[in-house]
């Protein structure tokens, strides 16, 4: 009911009966029991009468603490990917934000305007809220941060990060930014940050123009996922490529001959697996190997297929 005040001042006891199911007497009932507890409502009886709420009244702060906020957020954006629909995850986060203490309020809007995603891939894993909450509101005022990070090899070291935006990614939360000790912009996981702190120097060098922390991930991941560099050319349109190809997959780029894909493989015969399950006509540009590959697969599907079962 106090939702339905807040955002339709004037309200008719018809309405808010309708909207809540009930009727007008359990309206009446409601309104009684809110100034019971001490909410400051008007009710104005006749034709043109209704429920308001003073224009600056906001609930009560929630009773959460700034980690817990974050950590409900946090859940929040990384479930919309994965079948909650849009509208839905807007409208729950905008009445988590009504009622949050104004400093954890800011700090949630920091972070979803410097969120991203990648498509996904599995639940997602959330790290600490209080950790993700400050990179976030770093990166949204453009400040310098001291980190102290541990590397997949368990060894730790501390740095100044020029935090740009986070990205959820495979179930995993990812911070793109400049770091100070490579003088490049780097990708972090996000749970590895084991502390931080304002930088000595609080200034932020600004990102590049038209700078896309969701591409630099997907490329940077890329750049590890293997060995050897794959060029293959779809014949197929881009929309029908993009359907079967995720972003964190492969590049993709429409060609007057057709789709441009790029990646990286560890395995020839894995990648030949996968591009064989593209259900589309294609021809591998490089390199040789991936070729013989396929060649392989086919001749070994060949044999199959002219296998006959039965007595």
Known sequence: ????????????????????????????????????????????????????????????????????????????????????????????LAKINRVLPEPVADQVAALRDTFARTPPSGPAAAPDPRIALDLATAARDRRRVRITYQSWRGETSARDLDPYGLVLHGGRWYVTGLDSRSAEIRVFRVDRVRSLEPAADPRAAPPPPGYDPAAQLTAALGEVAGRHRVRVLLHTTLEQAARRVPPAAATLVQTAEGVLLETRAERFDTMAGYLAGLGCPLTVQHPAELRAALARLSDRLASCAARTGGP
Do not use: C, N
């Open 1 to 92: 009911m106090l939702e339905l005040l807040q955002d339709r001042p004037g309200i008719s006891g018809r309405d808010l009966a309708r909207r809540l199911g009930v009727g007008e007497r359990t309206v009446r009932r409601y309104a009684a029991h809110l100034a019971d507890l001490g909410i400051p409502l008007t009710a104005e009886r006749g034709r043109y009468g209704g429920y308001w709420l003073p224009p600056a009244f906001r609930l009560p702060p929630l009773a959460l603490t700034d980690k817990e906020a974050a950590a409900v957020v946090l859940g929040l954006l990384a479930g919309s990917p994965h079948g909650l629909p849009g509208s839905t995850t807007e409208s729950a």
